[in-house]
């Protein structure tokens, strides 16, 4: 079977199971803000069809600005991509054909352009169900190694690593030669994040990738920024294709930018959804990751294999995403997304009359 490589666009899901499309879904596959994108953009909206005619600034220059004084770094350690999926396909050209380091289970883009561009990929596996990360076993992985691509909070397990882990990590990155790609596609839905940005100062083997269309739910207009030392940027840049961002994504950009308010009314109603889910969870005897984000890996402790439970949920029309394609998961769980109050309700009545025939 070729399962589908990516979360969301859930016909393709059904397809490849051979299975019809039901007419009524919840798609729990993809990681998006249950309280969808802020209304402040709505209101533009009308505004960014003008601008439609010309083409967007190469440069991104207004966007970078605002993002500069939001994340306090200088303009010139800003790179603007078409989604963080764009930057981490800029990085893996950049590594072309050099030795990088996986740790996982995690997003799979690493791989999949790691591999295109012909790179020596070395796998460190975490174990379930803990997932965590310790900087003593990955150490005899980076000797040698061009560059390590690490996730944080981790996708799928929703699993935030403690500072003092990274820090360590990218010390002994230093030490070695190795760049440190750090992934914070999620930073934002964490509460108290410590922001690693502060670090590129410090460290200049360090670069951190972050995506705007998780938290300001706008998957389909493709926003994401890069920031690293200004030499590291301007080799990226140049591998970039131009007006790669579009015209509605850099101005979408400048609406989001600095929208603590919803961030944080975003980051409380997740917390609290996940806890009544994770309740649930717990009384019902499902096994889940320690998520500290909008999405966990879940499964049926009662079960070897998840497929059955897979199969029963989409027959149901609630959708998660498979795990085939994460190493060290190879199905053994479902990772699923928070979603609103209602549709997270759905789900757990489903799960309950699983668990009614499944126990
Ligand atoms: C960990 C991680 N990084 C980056 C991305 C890419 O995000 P986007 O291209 O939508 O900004 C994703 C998307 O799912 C992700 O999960």
């Not at 004084?69 to 800003?78: E, F, G, P, R």
């Not at 940005?197 to 926003?223: C, D, E, H, V, W």
């Amino acid at each position: 079977m070729i399962w589908p490589s990516h979360g969301s666009n859930p016909r393709y899901l059904y397809e490849a199971m051979g299975l019809p499309f039901p007419e009524k879904f919840i798609d729990f596959s993809a990681n998006i803000n249950p309280l969808g994108p802020p209304s402040s953009l709505k209101d533009k909206w009308q505004d960014f069809y003008q601008e439609i005619i010309v083409y967007p600034d190469p440069y991104a220059s207004k966007l970078r600005e605002r993002l500069a004084n939001a994340v306090k770094i200088s303009v010139d350690s800003l790179l603007i991509g078409n989604g963080g999926a764009e930057l981490i396909a800029l990085v893996a050209r950049m590594l072309a054909g050099k030795k990088v380091v996986l740790v996982e289970p995690t997003f799979s883009e690493y791989e999949t352009t790691c591999q295109a561009n012909k790179c020596e990929i070395l796998y460190h596996q975490l174990e379930e169900p803990d997932f965590g990360l310790n900087p003593t076993d990955l150490r005899s992985k980076l000797v040698d190694a061009d560059a390590l691509f690490l996730c944080n909070p981790n996708n799928p397990t929703g699993i935030h690593y403690p500072p003092a882990t990274i820090i360590s990590i990218i010390e002994e990155c230093e030490k070695q030669n190795c760049l440190v790609i750090l992934d914070e596609a999620f930073y934002d839905f964490l509460i108290d994040y410590e922001s690693f940005i502060p670090y590129i100062n410090q460290f200049s083997n360090l670069m951190i990738i972050r995506s705007l269309t998780k938290m300001f739910a706008i998957p389909g207009i493709r926003l994401g920024y890069l920031v690293a030392r200004p030499a590291i940027v301007s080799e990226l840049s140049q591998l970039q294709s131009h007006w790669s961002t579009n015209t509605i994504a850099l101005l979408a950009g400048e609406v989001c930018v600095q929208n603590e308010t919803f961030i944080i009314q975003s980051q409380e109603y997740i917390c609290n959804e996940r806890k009544r889910l994770f309740d649930f969870f717990k009384q019902e005897e499902f096994a889940v990751s320690a998520s500290k984000v909008n999405f966990y890996l879940l499964r049926d402790p009662l079960l070897k294999e998840q497929f059955q439970l897979f199969e029963f949920l989409l027959h149901q029309g609630i959708i998660p995403r498979h795990t085939f394609n994460f190493l060290g998961l190879e199905g053994r769980w479902l990772r699923f997304a928070i979603k609103s109050e209602e549709e997270n309700n759905q789900l757990m009545e489903v799960l309950a009359k699983w668990r009614t025939s499944h126990h």
